[in-house]
Nanobody, 124 residues
Framework: QVQLVESGGGLVQAGGSLRLSCAAS????????MGWFRQAPGKEREFVAA????????HYADSVKGRFTISRDNAKNAVYLQMNSLKPEDTAVYYC?????????????????WGQGTQVTVSS
């Protein structure tokens, strides 16, 4: 079992930066691929980024590639999402997720554990 708690959201002006954190509990955290998703009002949840358990592989949505960076620290049971050059269209609730099986995935139903989400609002 893995429990996830996100933090670091807030209000920022366009062009600014935020760093989201996801604190995980559970003995097998280091073996789980992790992902970040987001959901804007009136829209479906969408994939943002994922990172493999070995920290060797990452994958990003085209909309955030070059602006966002996902990383993890298995010793601290944490995953991070550094968001730079933020745009108003990045406004959403951001969720951290973990999946029990190896491999990166963009599909939310393939993730088994979810945090409660943290709000990110980017003003123009």
């Amino acid at each position: 079992q893995v429990q996830l708690v996100e933090s670091g959201g807030g209000l920022v002006q366009a062009g600014g930066s935020l760093r989201l954190s996801c604190a995980a509990s559970g003995r097998t955290f280091s073996s789980y691929p992790m992902g970040w998703f987001r959901q804007a009002p009136g829209k479906e949840r969408e994939f943002v980024a994922a990172i493999s358990w070995s920290v060797g592989n990452t994958h990003y949505a085209d909309s955030v590639k070059g602006r966002f960076t996902i990383s993890r620290d298995n010793a601290k049971n944490a995953v991070y999402l550094q968001m730079n050059s933020l745009k108003p269209e990045d406004t959403a609730v951001y969720y951290c997720a973990a999946r029990r099986f190896r491999g990166l995935s963009e599909i939310d139903r393939e993730y088994n554990y979810w945090g409660q989400g943290t709000q990110v609002t980017v003003s123009s």
